[in-house]
């Protein structure tokens, strides 16, 4: 018999009613601007729906983009647009959409991860989603904070223009950090529209997104995006500058462009909702604390294909550990696994040997990025350790991840 909802590929015809079901869960108006966003990024082939007699009452989709993890650029499919009607909602349709689409991105065999921002934290660890990389948002008293001096020499100088006009400086700057920093999603000339769109309902009374190019002798070495929200008040200016990127491929650049931020004449605080955790500002400034910095979470890590996915990063010490991995959804995931590597590259084959580590999915998920460590989860009770051989150390990296979009 036909279930009465039907879970089916989405038709281009879907497009509009996707986009007011996600407008009605997010609680936004998906119109103008921010339509025309979703649509330059919409990948049809790769979009879900619950049918309800003709009504779209449920969505998923998956972007195909690129992640940067230990050692390596892989391919990862960018889980986004989950949402399901008020009128549908706890009657199992998100578990039906998210159950068929990890089976087709492991069916298809291209993308050995998934990746996602949760708007809930409780809602994806039960689909093997493990929260794999922190963000800091930063909350900055920008009159109590200073920085090092400037050189007596700067190697550049600041260009500000409109953010379309710098996109070409952008992205060679972005494409020579990208290697190195995980948690960074690849961004073709789609996803910088989509990263540089500035649709007014997303402004929330602040100005347009402002854009500034730091140029060495050799050409770009940075950029930062930022808008203003005016305020005044009893004590006069008032404004708040809010960072929405800062990539820079030197320390002089970093400082620099921070300087400029930070200094922006009338405001009285800065904020920055993706910082890293690993900021170098932390280090800069003479009052980190009132950088006013906290943790969230950001990126949440699914390991499609457990051997491909663990082969295919690199780890920062030798490793050679039989892990044994629990996956209730991808049963083929499910297993002893013998994985030996190092920083050069490693390999993962299935094994009958006994294991040294047993956990989950979710917890290998966690700590693929080498932004959860495992010893932590160990401790919580989640990761068992069975034997002396704990890989903890050869998981983490010499750099934290540090995802940069919600996408
Ligand atoms: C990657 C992204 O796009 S993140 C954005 C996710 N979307 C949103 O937050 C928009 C608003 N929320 C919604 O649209 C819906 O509530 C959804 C999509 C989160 C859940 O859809 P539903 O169809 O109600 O979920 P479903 O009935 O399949 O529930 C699956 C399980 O998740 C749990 N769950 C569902 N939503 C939530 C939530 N918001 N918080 C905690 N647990 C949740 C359910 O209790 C259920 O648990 P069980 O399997 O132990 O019984």
């Known amino acids: 018999m036909k279930e009465a909802i039907e879970l089916r590929p989405s038709t281009p015809d879907d497009f509009p009613a996707i986009c007011r079901l996600l407008g009605t869960v997010f609680h936004e108006d998906i119109a103008g601007e921010l339509k025309e966003l979703e649509a330059g990024v919409f990948e049809v082939d790769r979009s879900l729906v619950t049918d309800d007699a003709g009504l779209v009452v449920g969505h998923i989709q998956a972007f195909t983009r690129e992640l940067t993890v230990p050692g390596a650029v892989i391919p990862a499919a960018h889980v986004s647009g989950v949402g399901v009607l008020p009128t549908h909602r706890r009657r199992g349709l998100l578990n039906r959409m998210m159950h068929r689409q990890l089976r087709e991105i492991a069916a298809a065999g291209r993308e050995p991860v998934a990746v996602l921002w949760a708007s809930e934290t409780s ?31 700067p190697s550049g100088r600041l260009r500000m223009a409109e953010p379309d006009s710098l996109l070409a400086d952008m992205t060679k700057v972005y494409e020579q ?23 007014e309902s997303h402004r929330d009374g602040a100005t347009k997104r402002y854009a500034v190019v730091h140029e060495g002798p050799g050409g770009p070495t940075g950029y930062a995006l930022w808008r203003i929200k005016d305020g005044w008040n009893n004590h006069g200016p008032n404004a708040e500058v809010q960072v929405r990127e800062v990539a820079a491929t030197d320390p002089e650049t970093y400082l620099t462009l921070w300087r400029f931020l930070l200094g922006i004449d009338l405001s009285r605080s800065v904020t920055m909702r993706l910082g890293s955790v690993e900021e170098p500002l932390l280090h800069l400034v003479d009052e980190p604390r009132r950088l006013g910095p906290s943790f969230v979470d950001g990126l949440w890590v699914r390991l499609i294909d457990v051997p491909a996915a663990l082969a295919a990063r690199r780890y920062a010490t030798a490793v050679d550990v039989v892990i044994e991995v629990t996956d209730p959804i991808l049963t083929q995931n499910s297993g002893r696994w013998r994985l030996t590597g190092g920083p050069e590259g490693a390999t993962c084959t299935a094994t ?13 998920g966690a700590a693929y990025l080498g932004g959860t460590s495992l010893a932590a989860l160990a401790a919580a009770g989640r990761v068992r350790q069975l034997t002396a051989n704990d890989p903890s150390i050869a998981f983490r990296w010499h750099r934290l991840p540090s995802p940069t979009e919600v996408y």
């Open 177 to 199: 950090m990208r290697p190195d920093r995980i948690g960074w999603s690849s961004r073709d000339d789609r996803w910088w529209r989509f990263v540089l769109g500035d649709p």
């Open 352 to 364: 009958t040997d006994p294991a040294d580590l047993a956990c989950s999915v979710t917890d290998l």
């Open 123 to 153: 809602i994806y660890p039960r689909y093997g989603y493990g929260a794999a990389a922190s963000r800091l948002f930063f909350n900055i008293m920008n009159r109590e904070v200073r920085l090092p001096a400037p050189p007596q020499e």
